[in-house]
């Protein structure tokens, strides 16, 4: 039977958590070679509203593009977490940004809590890489790609000037996904 994981990152508009999707996905498909799927929405109001962020990898064609059993989720805000929160697996995950979801959402998985807006701020200095951070401790904790994969894919993404801070960003987010785990 093919093996199929499907990841849903959710914030706020703006938060880049779709940019995040999309280099998960290129990470499993362009460079793993694995077949990948990401799609997307968000609120009519786009920046501040809720979006998601969904990628499906699968080492075999993939039937139906949207996530159906959802293995690991992603929330940064409390509405996220409100609305997106849905369809985990038993046994999933359901990682929160520590400081914005105060209320988790009840189900069969697992949560994990990480301040991945705080890290950005205090560690990196720059809000604007936490995506960054969240993509890292999300592969962190699945092993879905290759730590070597995610990176590069992160790499092809940011421009020059911003090579080095993103990757501080993913290989702490990294880092800090796998403590969760162990």
């Known amino acids: 039977m093919a093996q199929r994981y499907e990841i849903r990152f959710s914030g706020a508009g703006g938060q880049g958590l779709i940019t995040a999707g999309i280099i998960l996905a290129e ?3 362009i460079i ?13 109001e786009a920046r501040g509203g809720a979006s998601k962020s969904e990628v499906i990898i699968s ?5 139906y593009p949207k996530a159906t059993i959802v293995d690991a989720c992603l929330a940064m805000t409390q509405e996220a977490a409100d609305k997106y929160a849905k369809g985990i ?8 940004d520590a400081d914005f979801v105060k209320t988790a959402p009840e189900g069969d998985f697992i949560i994990y809590r990480l301040p991945i807006m ?5 560690d990196i200095g720059r809000e604007i890489v936490a995506n960054v951070i969240a993509l890292g401790a999300v592969i962190g904790m699945t092993d879905v790609v290759s730590k070597d994969a995610g990176e590069e894919a ?28 162990n």
């Open 27 to 29: 990470a499993a498909a």
């Open 32 to 44: 793993e070679g694995k077949d990948a799927l990401q799609s997307q929405s968000y609120g009519p």
């Open 59 to 63: 080492d075999a064609p993939i039937d």
């Open 89 to 96: 697996k038993k046994g999933g995950l359901l990682l929160l």
């Open 118 to 122: 705080r890290m950005a701020k205090e």
């Open 154 to 181: 992160v790499m092809r993404r940011v421009p020059p000037a911003f090579k080095e801070l993103n990757q501080k960003a993913y290989n702490l987010g990294f880092e800090k996904g796998k403590e969760l785990i």
